[in-house]
């Protein structure tokens, strides 16, 4: 079992900036890609970005290339996402999610269903 635990979500203006943690318990070591998706209000879930827990390869949505970070700190089981010039499109509950299925240890999937574990998820809500 792994359990994920997201935390940094509030408020802020369009521009500004927060930074996204995943804290990763349990079976962590068993983790290959972790990554990060979002639902907006009336809209379906999407993927933000991931990584490979054992290396720095990352991807990322297309909405998110250029203003959003995803890193990982190992030893701390920590994974974080650093959102930069925010806009109030982004407004959503951020979650965390992980596989622990070894075929996935080279691939960074987009599909929510991919990912066996998930967090409770964080809201993000950006004012214009």
């Known amino acids: 079992q792994v359990q994920l635990v997201e935390s940094g979500g509030g408020l802020v203006q369009a521009g500004g900036s927060l930074r996204l943690s995943c804290a990763a318990s349990?079976?962590?070591?068993?983790?290959?890609?972790i990554a990060w998706f979002r639902r907006a209000p009336g809209k379906e879930r999407e993927f933000v970005a991931a990584i490979n827990w054992n290396s720095d390869i990352t991807g990322y949505a297309d909405s998110a290339k250029g203003r959003f970070t995803i890193s990982r700190n190992n030893p701390k089981n920590t994974v974080f996402l650093q959102m930069s010039n925010l806009k109030p499109e982004d407004t959503a509950v951020y979650y965390c999610?992980?596989?622990?299925?070894?075929?996935?240890?080279?691939?960074?999937?987009?599909?929510?269903?991919?990912?066996?574990?998930w967090g409770q998820g964080t809201q993000v809500t950006v004012s214009s």
């Open positions: 999610a992980a596989s622990t299925e070894p075929q996935l240890s080279a691939r960074l999937p987009r599909n929510h269903f991919e990912y066996n574990y």
């Open positions: 349990g079976r962590s070591f068993s983790i290959y890609p």
